[in-house]
């Protein structure tokens, strides 16, 4: 089973920067693509950037967030700039993994809070 953990949310002030991580554990798998969703307050999941496996190709992602990864530590990263309150929310990791078996299993974690005051 593929465990994926969050962490680097907090609280920040408008403005500033942050950097969430994403760390994937557990044996016999392989991780396919990698995404970062966020939930605000009321609204639905959505999702704000993406990256494959290709160590050559970068990833995609809305305006001031940019997503890179780290596949020696099966690590995703999502960097945020110019934090706005609006972008309060709790943002989760996902990732498509396929086992030794060939069984395919979409994974996620369990969030990680951010909240930007102003």
């Known amino acids: 089973q593929v465990q994926l953990v969050e962490s680097g949310g907090g609280l920040v002030q408008a403005g500033g920067s942050l950097r969430l991580s994403c760390a994937a554990s557990?044996?016999?798998?392989?991780?396919?693509?990698m995404r970062w969703y966020r939930q605000a307050p009321g609204k639905e999941r959505e999702l704000v950037a993406a990256?494959?496996?290709?160590?050559s190709t970068t990833g995609s992602a809305k305006g001031r967030f940019t997503i890179s990864r780290d596949n020696a530590k099966n690590t995703v990263y999502l960097q945020i700039n110019s934090l706005k309150p609006e972008d309060t929310a709790v943002y989760y990791c996902?990732?498509?993994?396929?086992?030794?078996?060939?069984?395919?299993?979409?994974?996620w974690g369990q969030g990680t809070l951010v909240t930007v005051s102003s």
């Open positions: 996902n990732a498509d993994t396929i086992s030794d078996r060939g069984r395919y299993l979409e994974v």
């Open positions: 990256i494959g496996s290709d160590p």
């Open positions: 557990g044996r016999g798998f392989t991780i396919n693509e």
